[in-house]
């Protein structure tokens, strides 16, 4: 049974760029150049995220953890 599931937004435009970018001799969407091999699998995604803020100068990132933490974030709420 295939399933599909509507993706709209920043998530959609972000899909559709990585698939315009698309190495036609890799399946993956989200990949990495690992010892100078493209096309390799992301094997932690925090790594990864951390060397994209280190690439644009950045040295923060979101204290959330969840999508729950990111909407009290958002609107101020706290836990307890």
Known sequence: ME??????GPLRTILERRAARRRLDCELIFHRVSK????????SYTKQWDAA?????????????????????????RRG
């Open 3 to 8: 399933h599909v599931v509507a993706i709209t």
């Open 36 to 43: 100078g091999k493209a096309g390799q699998p992301i094997k």
């Open 53 to 77: 803020l280190r690439e644009r100068g950045s040295r923060s990132r979101p204290t959330w953890t969840t999508a729950d933490d990111a909407e009290r974030a958002a609107d101020g709420s």
